[in-house]
């Protein structure tokens, strides 16, 4: 059975860092693998969503890898603001299924 | 813009009611999800459906049924509701599965929080 691991749970940054979440899933078999964001009390937005054939994604300050061999995906986070204090969550797809999520990892950017 | 609408927020039931929790999506989307989001648990799946009228248990449906009569709108029913279902719902919806990028893009509501007394 497919387990999405994400680490760490937490993490706290200054402003301005660059900053790497880590996701680990064991069953290499998916169709895509998706970041989200979740803001408290919030349902999840879609940051980014890598292909199996894909190796990475970006968008604006957000760059998500993916190697799905080992079974892992980053999250890069250039240059971090107190706006991007959220749960960032990982999800894969496989086939026939609905998307298995990690169950994230929870920044804090102070200024 | 894409918009899937969770016709409550919070919601406060007590212990044995009938509970209908609503989603509606706008995009025309083949595929729905519901889940419940609790602490230390993470997302879990309770069911899916691929299409009108069609529908698949996920990790958690116990005490839990669904209808979609139409494509836009997927329900949750909560049959006799029991303090162990208090949790965060959150509905979500994406075109359709297999390859591709956009069809696999999964949107989601806000969130119903849901206490049973």
């Known amino acids: 059975k497919q387990e999405v691991t994400q680490i760490p749970a937490a993490l706290s940054v200054p402003e301005g860092e660059n900053l790497v979440l880590n996701c680990s899933f064991t069953?290499?078999?998916?169709?895509?693998l998706q970041w989200f964001r979740q803001d408290p009390g919030k349902g999840l937005t879609s940051l980014l969503l890598?292909?199996?054939?894909?190796r990475e994604q970006t968008s604006g300050r957000l760059n998500a890898s993916l190697d799905k061999s080992s079974g892992r995906s980053t999250l890069y986070i250039a240059a971090s603001q107190p706006g991007d204090s959220a749960t960032y969550l990982c999800?894969?797809?496989?086939?026939?299924?609905?998307?298995?999520f990690g169950k994230g990892t929870t920044l804090s950017v102070s200024s | 813009d894409v918009k899937v609408t969770q016709s409550s927020r919070y919601l406060v039931k007590r212990t044995g009611e009938k509970v209908f929790l609503e989603c509606v999506q706008d995009?025309?989307?083949?595929?729905m999800f519901w889940y419940r989001q609790d602490p230390g648990l993470g997302l879990r799946l309770i069911y899916f459906?691929?299409?009108?009228?069609?529908?698949e248990k996920g990790d958690i449906p116990e005490g839990y049924s669904v209808s979609r009569e139409k494509k836009e709108r997927f329900s949750l029913i909560l049959e006799s509701a029991s303090t162990n279902q208090t949790s965060m719902y959150l509905c979500?919806?994406?075109?359709?599965?297999?390859?591709?990028?956009?069809?696999?893009?999964?949107?989601f509501g806000a969130g119903t929080r849901l206490s049973v007394l």
């Open positions: 979500a919806s994406r075109l359709a599965g297999g390859v591709g990028r956009a069809k696999n893009i999964q949107y």
């Open positions: 890598i292909q199996s054939s894909q």
């Open positions: 459906s691929y299409d009108v009228k069609m529908k």
């Open positions: 069953d290499s078999a998916i169709y895509n």
């Open positions: 995009m025309d989307h083949e595929n």
């Open positions: 999800a894969v797809n496989q086939a026939g299924t609905a998307l298995i």
